[in-house]
């Protein structure tokens, strides 16, 4: 006999009851929905397995996560770094303690990385260049240039490829986070310090979407 709780006749599962004598009571349910037999022990089974898949894939992912974290090699060793930049004629970059990038070095690597460099002035591609050295020994966890400066003036010139003005707006942005620091902080001098910047950034960059607009 088959019998069916409450739960399985919502679902049209017949439940099998192995102490009956085989007979089958089949209810409304079952008939119209023409639902498939599917033993509770066979259920249980693809369940069981499905979870278990599951939680190994999970394993999987965790240890390959571990393995990307802890293994990823130096692709720019710092002895490149150095290499290049003493063949370029500037300061060993892997030994900056902050970014400040001189104007002379940003000429020169700004007509070695060409391309839409070219089309801004060398005062922005140096803010560009201070900018994209966070992809370096500025965090240790997220370094994938050692501060190579060939490398950071091509990830400038590929935000340059977006928009030429990419780092004006940026710098638009950033000023007016920083106000929104110095207002939770409630610090009214910073915040008038931070006003100002974003009123003379923000006039300049609306001079260059004139002079783009034609």
């Known amino acids: 006999m088959v ?47 499905s979870v278990s898949f599951a939680l190994g894939e999970n394993r ?18 710092k002895e490149e770094v150095r290499r290049v930049c003493s063949e370029i004629g500037i300061r060993d970059w892997t030994t900056l303690t902050e970014a400040k990038i001189t104007t002379a070095e940003a000429d020169l690597i700004r007509n070695l990385v060409g391309g839409e460099t070219l089309a801004i002035s060398t005062e922005v ?52 986070g920083d106000m929104l620091k110095a207002l939770v902080a409630k610090n009214p001098d910073k915040l008038m310090l931070k006003y100002r910047l974003w009123l003379a950034a923000r006039a300049d960059l609306a001079e260059r979407e004139r002079h783009t607009a034609g």
């Open 125 to 176: 591609f140096r803010a560009g260049l201070e900018v994209e050295l966070e992809h370096g020994l500025a965090f240790s966890d997220a370094n994938v240039t050692n501060n190579h400066p060939i490398l950071t003036g091509r990830i400038v010139l590929a935000h340059l490829k977006e928009m030429l003005d990419y780092y004006v707006r940026l710098q638009v942005a950033e000023i007016e």
């Open 60 to 77: 999987d992912h965790q240890t390959f996560s571990h393995y990307v974290a802890m293994n990823i090699p130096d692709y720019i060793t």
């Open 3 to 49: 019998t069916q709780t409450s739960a399985s006749r919502g679902h049209g599962h017949q439940i099998p009851d192995e102490q009956s004598g085989g007979q089958q009571d089949a209810g409304p349910n079952d008939e119209e929905r023409d639902q498939p037999h599917v033993p509770m022990r066979l259920s249980l089974a693809r369940s069981s397995s």
